[in-house]
């Protein structure tokens, strides 16, 4: 091979070296949109899965206080001339 036909191939190289650093360099950025998404996604369903807690909880302290009230009524009824 000729002087030429090496530095034409070394400034192949170059130019897919500079290519393939700049892809490194985007997938990098990718995978840390990708990673802040799921970190993002995570914390929408702990604040769903808290929201989801809080009105269980209401909804079963509303059930004890209706199931008191039921039975008072009962009781009242059943004691009634």
Known sequence: MN???LEQ???EIQK???KSSALQNKIKKENITI???IETIKK???AVDEIANE???KIEKASK???EEMNELEHE???AP
Request: hydrophobic fraction near 40%.
């Open 3 to 5: 002087d030429n036909n």
């Open 44 to 46: 929408r369903f702990k």
């Open 77 to 79: 009824i059943k004691s």
């Open 16 to 18: 897919l070296m500079k």
């Open 65 to 67: 206080i209706m199931l």
């Open 35 to 37: 990673d802040t998404d």
């Open 9 to 11: 191939l070394d400034n």
């Open 55 to 57: 009105l269980s909880n």
